[in-house]
């Protein structure tokens, strides 16, 4: 995946790729830290699987949804096919979850032994494998609706939308420019980032 990710640096940083690269490590999926336990992809699998098929047969294949989707033509097939493509992950999950394989591992599983998790130093808070910088200008110079998948704000923190809907980008863009109004001077680093 390809993103765009903006990050607030001092004004009077010396190094401005030295600062981003500080605020970016601990996001780096490179970096190693101590063994922990993950849940294995087979957690669920079979029960979504089975949701799958019902949700195809409830409410339409999903692959000619999605079709559907790309091809739209209309305001009124746009609000149709986004209410079928809701639909469809509503019939999907309620079918996972009443499955009696819900909630536990393949027992056959190669990945995990049927335990259901495996042992990991992956970091779990892994954000981006490469990046590079594509601009650094005074964020005040940013156009208003200026939005990047993703924020580093000057503590440290990661920040992106919870949600792919609309409702989780307008809070997270909200949240990005009163972070920016709070550091009127501060230089927005514009990243290109791959995961
Ligand atoms: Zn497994």
């Known amino acids: 995946m390809l993103f765009l990710a903006l990050a607030l640096v001092e004004p009077g940083a010396a190094n401005v790729e030295e600062h981003v690269a500080q605020l970016m490590a601990p996001y780096s999926m490179h970096l190693m830290v101590p063994e922990h336990r993950r849940e294995c ?7 979504l699987a089975f949701g799958a098929v019902e949700a195809d047969q409830e409410v339409g294949d999903r692959d000619e949804l999605w079709n559907a989707h790309r091809a739209r033509r209309s305001a009124r097939e746009t609000v149709w096919i986004g209410d079928a493509l ?21 027992p056959q599983c190669g990945g995990c032994g049927g335990t259901g998790y495996y042992l990991s130093t992956d970091n779990p808070h892994g954000k981006w494998d490469s990046y590079y910088i594509k601009s650094v200008v005074p964020h005040v110079e ?25 409702a989780a980008y307008e809070a997270y863009w909200s949240e990005c420019r009163s972070i920016m109004n709070a550091h009127p001077f501060h230089l927005a680093v514009v ?3 791959h995961a």
């Open 142 to 166: 940013l156009p208003d609706d200026f939005g990047t998948y993703a924020m580093l704000a000057p503590d440290g923190q990661w920040r992106q939308p919870h949600r792919r809907t609309r």
């Open 86 to 106: 809701k639909q469809w992950d509503r019939v999907r999950d309620e079918a996972a979850r009443a499955h009696p394989s819900w909630g536990r591992p393949r």
């Open 191 to 193: 990243m290109g980032c």
């Open 41 to 47: 992809y087979c957690v669920n699998a079979e029960a």
